[in-house]
């Protein structure tokens, strides 16, 4: 499965960071470059059940392609999705559907990281996202 660019800079981005603090800094810089939903995406029907915080997830087909918005009330869940989102936007639906979440996180070296509940959270909007795709 090959990584957009955008991906492949994240990833260099992250294994180049010294340590969890380097890290948690770039998290937060990415939660704040996720482009914000406006107040009427923001809707019962765009959140995400499974979440302990609350996210919000939009999704439109391009050429084929999906791409997806999303946003979240809690700041370190922003950065998680905006790294989430740069993994999946302009994917085919049959990578969408084999993406190995806890393997991009891994390589991102934010795995050990994720707590069971954020970790929860991400493979609900994952799930999400597929439940959208199939559903188009």
Known sequence: MSLSIEAQGALETFQQAA?????????????????????AEKTADNLVHGCES???????????????TA??????LRGLLALLLV??????????EHLDLP???NQLGLGR????????????VLQRMRQLVAGA
Do not use: H, K
């Not at 996720?34 to 107040?39: A, H, Q, R, S, Y």
């Not at 609350?54 to 997806?68: I, P, S, Y």
């Not at 993994?87 to 969408?96: F, H, K, M, Q, Y």
């Open 19 to 39: 340590g969890w603090e380097q890290r948690a800094r770039l998290l937060m810089q990415w939660g704040d470059r996720l482009t914000p939903l406006n107040e």
């Open 113 to 124: 990281q994720l707590s069971p509940s954020r970790s929860n959270g991400l493979n609900a």
């Open 87 to 96: 993994r999946v936007n302009g994917t085919a639906i049959d990578e969408l």
């Open 71 to 76: 946003s979240s009330d809690a700041r370190l």
């Open 103 to 105: 393997d991009w996180f």
């Open 54 to 68: 609350q996210v919000w997830l939009t999704a439109r087909e391009q050429d084929g392609r999906w791409l997806f």
